[in-house]
């Protein structure tokens, strides 16, 4: 995607919605963050929590109060420094940039980050295929939260060949794999999946994340999938559901 540009030229952001909540996934499940959530994503997973980021629309909401889920309009499109004005308000130095997909608008990112960042601890989450847009923000993040798009689950095509090449080029910043998984994983793509653990042993983490919701005969089946990726990689496989619908916060 190209730059995005203001009446004025400056380079703008597309945002859904900005909000305070607790993280619930992945290897800094449990931490107070600051919710960026960016719009589009050229890819439409099955699963998909929001759905929102594939549709046309003219504002985001931004929560007013930390935890309070009370919200207040805004034009669609931010500058950086109207972005970092609404953050630094939440009084949180953690932000997660989540999405729709965050790289898609990697300028915006940039640009963001790299003149106006007063040391926040950024986490990406990302479906781990814009690796031009990566390659733009890498400096500026301090964990990348790559998602593995299985076919089963997603009903994506097959990206085996970009999650890998984005994994090279994530070389250098703390990386996490997330597998978004139900009960219908193939014996190809735990092959393929296995394949990609032994390869990048400097990964930090691979989080098997049920699909939610399941239904207690599907979860048996998921927990034994889980498992046998765990008793061959018990420091680096974990089992994390989504921790953020248990409590039912955003």
Request: charged residues 20%.
């Amino acid at each position: 995607m190209g730059k995005i540009k203001s009446e004025t030229g400056i380079v703008t952001g597309k945002l859904i919605e900005i909000f305070a909540s607790i993280q619930g996934e992945g290897l800094w499940v449990g931490r107070p963050q600051v919710f960026v959530r960016f719009h589009g994503c050229r890819l439409q997973c099955t699963y998909c929590d929001t759905p929102l980021t594939h549709h046309k629309i003219n504002s985001c909401r931004i929560e007013e109060v930390p935890f309070t889920k009370q919200f207040k309009l805004h034009d669609l499109s931010f500058s950086a420094e109207q972005l970092n004005q609404i953050i630094q308000q939440f009084g949180i130095p953690n932000i997660a940039l989540t999405g729709g997909e965050p790289l898609e608008q990697a300028d915006f990112i940039a640009e963001w980050l790299g003149f106006n960042n007063p040391g926040y601890e950024v986490l990406l989450e990302t479906n781990g295929i814009e690796v031009e847009g990566l390659l733009k923000v890498k400096d500026h993040i301090s964990l990348i939260s790559m998602d593995i798009k299985l076919p089963s689950s997603s009903r994506e095509k097959p990206l085996w060949d970009e999650h890998r090449a984005f994994l090279q080029a994530a070389r250098g910043v703390p990386t996490y794999l997330k597998i978004v998984y139900d009960e219908t994983m193939s014996a190809q793509e735990m092959n393929y999946l296995e394949n990609i653990i032994f390869e990048n042993p400097d990964v930090s983490g691979f989080i098997f994340q049920p699909v939610s919701p399941l239904q207690k005969r599907e979860l048996g089946v998921c927990l034994n999938i889980y498992w046998q990726f765990a008793k061959k990689y018990p420091q680096k496989v974990r089992l994390i559901p989504q921790t953020h619908k248990i409590l039912q916060v955003l």
